[in-house]
């Protein structure tokens, strides 16, 4: 099979990865990939949101499955003008994407289908929005609708915060038409932890779970980033917990959106949070979750082709695969700076003394120059180790970062420290 995957992160190395372990593989593209990835793949310069070129890319070069794997292209509907042209394509169609693609669709769903989540209050105008923040109770969450690179969130911790958030979300629109509404939500305590799942809309199968570590310094200081690290599984993810999640969270999902005519195929993500009074849902991705996949793919043990084509086809039932008994941890190299103002074009040194030590090395933000792989982006490098112990994994991951080294290089030194 030709498989072309759209995107170019850290995330999409590690499926082409395994895919490109897959038997019914003859031919790995993507687009527009990065350096790491053309060692694996064949680079084709069209950018992710791209919809007409990836369509008559896959055309003329009749790809048998492209896999949609950012969100933007998914919610823009890339999916459904694939299918129209007779490609097949693996991702949820725009009418399910938009359970990521809209935050008051999502909140409305939990709400209809008694599915946990934080309460929560809908805004399309500032005056009202800020009318209800006077008496509202700190900290309040406000976000903006739509997609917003991760960006749209803000936790005021008193009604000046609130006030700055509505005029830069709503009135300055620094996210576009993604703020022409807010949820304004309670604060829920807790730790958080990711659970990707695949899911045909008839059968629902939870990956290992995983935690990210979103804020840019060690012991969670500094501004909020696209993730600086993950591990797998979370050692606070225990089967009662998961057998709860099982229940009161991922079945009613799927079956919501089956009742809602938005059937949802693909990876279906899950914000979660623990809190006193139970899991709930903080937020759901139409996707793999980045930097979580690169921790929790390498533990994935089976055909990753042959279930995307069974999810495609409506019998995931019928595949096997398995999820190796090992810990995984995933280390961001960042450049200098991120998530603000940093400089790219940076040499990288030591990749394949790196690699010579067994961890893989997923590359975000890189590309070839004058022969050289260079920093061309915020996170550079995904570097992940695994082992039966999670402590070992910890270290195996940053033997693998001492390694390497470019100009003005950041990484965060506790990665799953707080549990060992
Ligand atoms: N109700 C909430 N209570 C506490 N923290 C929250 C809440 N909602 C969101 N957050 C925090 O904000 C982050 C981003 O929110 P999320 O809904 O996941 O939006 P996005 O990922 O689209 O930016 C979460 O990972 C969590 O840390
Ligand atoms: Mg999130």
């Given at each position: 099979?030709?498989?072309?995957?759209?995107?170019?992160?850290?995330?999409?190395?590690?499926?082409?990865?395994?895919?490109?372990?897959?038997?019914?593989?003859?031919?790995?593209?993507?687009?527009?990939?990065?350096?790491?990835?053309?060692?694996?793949?064949?680079?084709?310069?069209?950018?992710?949101?791209?919809?007409?070129?990836?369509?008559?890319?896959?055309?003329?070069?009749?790809?048998?499955?492209?896999?949609?794997?950012?969100?933007?292209?998914?919610?823009?509907?890339?999916?459904?003008?694939?299918?129209?042209?007779?490609?097949?394509?693996?991702?949820?169609?725009?009418?399910?994407?938009?359970?990521?693609?809209?935050?008051?669709?999502?909140?409305?769903?939990?709400?209809?289908?008694?599915?946990?989540?934080?309460?929560?209050?809908?805004?399309?105008?500032?005056?009202?929005?800020?009318?209800?923040?006077?008496?509202?109770?700190?900290?309040?969450?406000?976000?903006?609708e739509?997609?917003?690179?991760?960006?749209?969130?803000?936790?005021?911790?008193?009604?000046?915060?609130?006030?700055?958030?509505?005029?830069?979300?709503?009135?300055?629109?620094?996210?576009?038409?993604?703020?022409?509404?807010?949820?304004?939500?309670?604060?829920?305590?807790?730790?958080?932890?990711?659970?990707?799942?695949?899911?045909?809309?008839?059968?629902?199968?939870?990956?290992?779970?995983?935690q990210?570590?979103?804020?840019?310094?060690?012991?969670?200081?500094?501004?909020?980033?696209?993730?600086?690290?993950?591990?797998?599984?979370?050692?606070?993810?225990?089967?009662?917990?998961?057998?709860?999640?099982?229940?009161?969270?991922?079945?009613?999902?799927?079956?919501?959106?089956?009742?809602?005519?938005?059937?949802?195929?693909?990876?279906?993500?899950?914000?979660?949070?623990?809190t006193?009074?139970?899991?709930k849902?903080?937020?759901?991705?139409?996707?793999?979750?980045?930097?979580?996949?690169?921790?929790?793919?390498?533990?994935?043990?089976?055909?990753?082709?042959?279930?995307?084509?069974?999810?495609?086809?409506?019998?995931?039932?019928?595949?096997?695969?398995?999820?190796?008994?090992?810990?995984?941890?995933?280390?961001?190299?960042?450049?200098?700076?991120?998530?603000?103002?940093?400089?790219?074009?940076y040499?990288?040194?030591?990749?394949?003394e790196?690699?010579?030590?067994?961890?893989?090395?997923?590359?975000?933000?890189?590309?070839?120059?004058?022969?050289?792989?260079?920093?061309?982006?915020?996170?550079?490098l995904?570097?992940?180790?695994q082992?039966?112990?999670?402590?070992?994994?910890?270290?195996?991951?940053?033997e693998?970062?001492?390694?390497?080294?470019?100009?003005?290089?950041?990484?965060?030194t506790?990665?799953g420290?707080?549990?060992?």
């Amino acid at each position: 099979m030709k498989v072309l995957v759209v995107g170019g992160g850290g995330r999409e190395h590690a499926i082409c990865q395994k895919l490109s372990e897959s038997k019914k593989l003859t031919k790995l593209y993507c687009a527009p990939g990065n350096a790491g990835i053309s060692e694996i793949a064949e680079i084709v310069p069209i950018g992710a949101t791209d919809i007409e070129g990836i369509v008559n890319f896959s055309k003329e070069n009749k790809i048998d499955l492209v896999v949609v794997s950012p969100d933007d292209p998914l919610v823009m509907g890339m999916v459904d003008a694939l299918n129209k042209e007779g490609i097949r394509a693996f991702g949820p169609d725009k009418n399910a994407a938009i359970i990521e693609g809209s935050k008051v669709f999502s909140k409305e769903l939990m709400k209809k289908y008694n599915i946990p989540t934080a309460k929560y209050e809908v805004f399309d105008n500032p005056q009202n929005a800020l009318e209800y923040l006077k008496g509202a109770p700190y900290p309040a969450v406000i976000k903006a609708e739509g997609l917003a690179l991760g960006k749209g969130v803000i936790i005021a911790k008193d009604y000046n915060e609130a006030q700055g958030a509505i005029k830069s979300i709503m009135v300055d629109k620094v996210f576009g038409a993604s703020g022409n509404r807010v949820v304004i939500e309670e604060f829920l305590e807790g730790t958080e932890i990711s659970v990707l799942a695949f899911t045909d809309g008839k059968t629902i199968i939870p990956m290992k779970s995983a935690q990210d570590h979103k804020r840019a310094l060690d012991n969670d200081e500094g501004l909020n980033t696209g993730g600086m690290g993950a591990f797998s599984p979370s050692p606070i993810y225990t089967k009662e917990m998961e057998k709860e999640c099982m229940e009161k969270i991922f079945i009613p999902t799927m079956e919501a959106m089956n009742k809602e005519n938005r059937t949802f195929r693909g990876v279906l993500y899950f914000g979660l949070i623990s809190t006193k009074d139970g899991v709930k849902v903080i937020e759901y991705n139409c996707r793999f979750g980045d930097p979580e996949t690169q921790a929790v793919l390498p533990l994935f043990s089976g055909d990753l082709l042959e279930v995307f084509e069974a999810i495609i086809d409506g019998r995931l039932s019928e595949v096997k695969f398995s999820f190796k008994d090992e810990k995984s941890v995933c280390i961001v190299m960042a450049s200098g700076g991120y998530p603000q103002k940093y400089e790219t074009g940076y040499e990288i040194f030591g990749l394949d003394e790196a690699k010579s030590l067994g961890v893989s090395i997923y590359h975000a933000g890189t590309k070839h120059k004058d022969g050289k792989i260079v920093t061309s982006g915020g996170r550079v490098l995904g570097v992940c180790a695994q082992d039966k112990d999670f402590k070992r994994a910890i270290e195996k991951a940053y033997e693998g970062v001492k390694k390497i080294s470019f100009t003005n290089c950041h990484f965060r030194t506790d990665i799953g420290k707080k549990y060992i």
